[in-house]
């Protein structure tokens, strides 16, 4: 599998991936999820694949070596909507030529892009293009795309990314969106690739590869851990209240679970209706008495 996020703000855009790739738990390996298509002052775009790792290998040799020779490409596309475009056009040509053989060994055509970046004389801007070639396009609402393993990174981005966040606080949300991904599932791995586009630059400003040895990732690692757990503790436990008005069930409707408990004598007797916690208090009076 793999993760992949993209940030759109008002000073650019941030792209982060992953490399693993796995093909079961013994044959693990790395492959870049991240491609970049630069010509310095007129264009920058960046590309990033996740799903079937031969399909989104496939869809990137028809955009750098296209069938139709007379087709747009990412390099004359005179806007992103059109860049966009390109790609859609892509996943369906390999569609076409690869699903019917997929099908026949029961693989599933899964396959998503993310596409940004910046074509002189236009705003920076952000696409996730699905397995169908559609696609849709990031806003002030909704500014950022994942694909892949994306459920255990989304809780820190919703909280913390708007559009005025400042370029290189999204580059962290982004950073510790990965980390908590890399904690939680096996399947997504170093190293990452980060790319940092500066609004109107129209070339590639910042890019690192991070692996183990990155001392500012493995701060964030220890710290975002640290923090986290320190404000846990920091956050009070449950104040536990009597209440009268805890539901109960009907005996007709209730499971066998909430059912009276049966006596020596055989007789099926009603439960107690106080509340659980006066439930628990008074059983252990009722035990302090026998003592």
Not at 65 to 89: F, S, Y
Not at 202 to 215: G, K, W, Y
Request: net charge negative; with cysteine.
């Amino acid at each position: 599998m793999t993760y992949c996020v993209a940030m759109s703000v008002d000073d650019g855009l941030v792209f982060l991936s992953d490399t693993r790739t796995n093909a079961g738990v013994d044959h693990i390996s790395t492959a870049r999820k991240m491609s970049v298509f630069e010509q310095p002052g007129e264009r920058m775009l960046v590309l990033l694949g996740a799903g079937n790792l031969s399909l989104t290998q496939a869809v990137l040799h028809e955009l750098t070596e296209p069938t139709d020779a007379a087709a747009a490409t990412l390099w004359n596309a005179p806007t992103m909507a059109d860049a966009a475009r390109v790609i859609g056009r892509a996943v369906r040509l390999v569609h076409q030529r690869e699903a019917e053989a997929l099908n026949e060994f029961g693989v599933d055509f899964n396959c998503s892009f993310i596409l940004g970046g910046q074509i002189a004389g236009n705003r920076p801007r952000l696409f996730m293009i699905y397995a169908a070639g559609n696609f849709i396009e990031a806003s002030a609402v909704n500014p950022y795309f994942q694909i892949g393993e994306a459920k255990y990174g989304k809780p820190i981005i919703d909280r913390v990314l708007t559009p005025s966040t400042p370029l290189d606080e999204a580059a962290k949300c982004a950073l510790v969106s990965m980390d908590s991904t890399l904690r939680s599932n096996l399947s997504v791995g170093l190293p990452l690739d980060l790319l940092v586009y500066q609004k109107d630059s129209l070339r590639v400003t910042r890019f690192v590869s991070i692996d183990h040895d990155n001392t500012y990732f493995e701060m964030i690692h220890r710290t975002w851990g640290e923090r986290l757990r320190q404000v846990f503790g920091e956050i009070p436990d449950p104040d536990w209240q009597d209440s009268p008005n805890v539901p109960v069930l009907q005996r007709e409707r209730a499971l066998v679970l909430h059912r009276g408990p049966v006596g020596a004598d055989g007789i099926e007797h009603e439960l107690n209706a106080m509340p659980a916690q006066t439930l628990a208090q008074s059983s252990e009076k009722g035990k302090s008495q026998r003592r």
